[in-house]
Nanobody, 123 residues
Framework: QVQLVESGGGLVQAGGSLRLSCAAS????????MGWFRQAPGKERDFVGG???????YYVDSVKGRFTISRDNTKNTVWLQMNSLKPEDTAVYYC?????????????????WGQGTQVTVSS
């Protein structure tokens, strides 16, 4: 069992930065691949990127070069650093965990989810 708690969301102007954190409970955090997803009002939950057990990262094209995912297994935490934010990045952001070696973009494969944190980017 893994419990995830996101934090760090907020309101930021376009071009600004935010850093989201996802703190995990449990002693097996290092055995999970972690994903970040986002959901805008009226839209489906979309994959943003993920980081594997061994630190391999993957990003969708729309955030490449702007977002960075990292993890510290000693702190049971994964981060999503978001730079050069755009209004279209506005969404509720979720972290999720899956027992997998590689990054998986399909949200239905993830076993555990955080409650989400709102990110609003004003123009």
């Amino acid at each position: 069992q893994v419990q995830l708690v996101e934090s760090g969301g907020g309101l930021v102007q376009a071009g600004g930065s935010l850093r989201l954190s996802c703190a995990a409970s449990g002693r097996t955090f290092s055995s999970y691949t972690m994903g970040w997803f986002r959901q805008a009002p009226g839209k489906e939950r979309d994959f943003v990127g993920g980081i594997s057990r061994t630190g391999g990262v993957y990003y969708v094209d729309s955030v490449k070069g702007r977002f960075t995912i990292s993890r510290d297994n000693t702190k049971n935490t994964v981060w999503l650093q978001m730079n050069s934010l755009k209004p279209e990045d506005t969404a509720v952001y979720y972290c999720a965990a899956v027992s997998s070696w590689g990054v998986i973009p399909d949200p239905s494969k993830y076993n555990y989810w955080g409650q989400g944190t709102q990110v609003t980017v004003s123009s």
